[in-house]
């Protein structure tokens, strides 16, 4: 919205700065935080007095939870999104259809959570709808979106697939790749789902991956860093470093309210949409392998979950104490804060090694 002030720049000369993307960026990140922050504990008390009870707790979860995480309300996701789309709408560039489709996977995904979130409210169950359901209603959102991303891409650059660490490295997936960024997305969104179980693990994370994907998309969307880093430019994709920096800011606004002991989880209605988010951000950049690096701790996350479940249906045993990963190492003794702080850390350095797939070339 007030990327429309740029038409005013040649009567008003301070209205220019709204043309830079780093200043409209900067712009998201404060928005979202303010809003996020200022209306968090309004809608903190509305969703305690409509849960009632809260989250169920899982009764076969750590001991511990079932005293200190009892009656804490959960669908915090809406903070979030609400911070999000206020500061994406105000800041980022209208006319830019990368912004929509992204935002569109967002809150599709942010819908399907919320839907499962208020199943396990309103019945008291950790149990929500159909997992085959609501993993082909992700699927069909990540498809139509990548379907769109194909068409508004150059071709044939917009169905390939780039590796990292190599300049020329470039596999024309085709119409596949309807179907391997799709699958990109819906992983995506349920990583970081499995990876919120404790206060604060998983919004540092996905903080610390939008902050990375920022620097990606804003490079990969200029045409001269782009040349000079020698990474494939991706023209109109730098906007979308403006809903990177949203994310970040209303992250940072809900951690206020996250931080242990929590006054309110993220939820499904969260989680998946920020997880969804940074797989349609890392498929319209063409960066989808640095995300499993960047987002490795997810990764981890899920791929616990995956060794557990099959390793008992095989064998009848567990490979870990309990899944996902987190909840392992609780029940080896290390405290929440240990483990989370230690996360932070772990999803850092990723990070960091993600970024540096820009300049090993």
Known sequence: M????????????IFNVFRYITFRT????????????LFGSKIIDLLRLKQGKGQPIRADGPPSHLLTKTGTPTMGGLMILSGLVVSTVLWANPSNPYVWI????TLGFGLVGFYDDYLKVTRQSHNGFSGRTRLAVEALIAAVACFALSQIGRAPFATSLAFPFFKDMVIDLGWFFIVFGAFIIVGAGNAVNLTDGLDGLAIVPVMIAASTYTAIAYLAGNAVFADYLQIHFTPGTGELAVLCGAMVGAGLGFLWFNAP????????TG???????????????????????????????????IVQVVSFKLTGKRVFKMAPIHHHF????????????????????????????????
């Open 271 to 305: 989680s998946l949409a920020l997880g969804g988010m940074l797989g349609a951000i890392a498929v319209a950049t063409k960066h989808e392998i640095t995300l499993a690096i960047v987002g490795g701790l997810f990764v981890l996350e899920a791929v616990s979950v």
């Open 330 to 361: 609780e029940q080896l003794g290390w405290t929440e804060s240990q483990i989370v702080i230690r996360f932070w850390i772990i999803a850092l350095v990723l990070a960091l090694a993600g970024l540096a797939t820009l300049k090993l070339r």
């Open 102 to 105: 992204v935002l569109g996977v």
């Open 26 to 37: 900067g712009g998201s990140v404060v928005t979202a935080l303010l809003f996020v922050f």
């Open 2 to 13: 007030l990327y429309w002030l740029v038409d005013l720049s040649d009567k008003v000369s």
């Open 261 to 268: 002991p929590a006054s309110i989880f993220m939820g499904d």
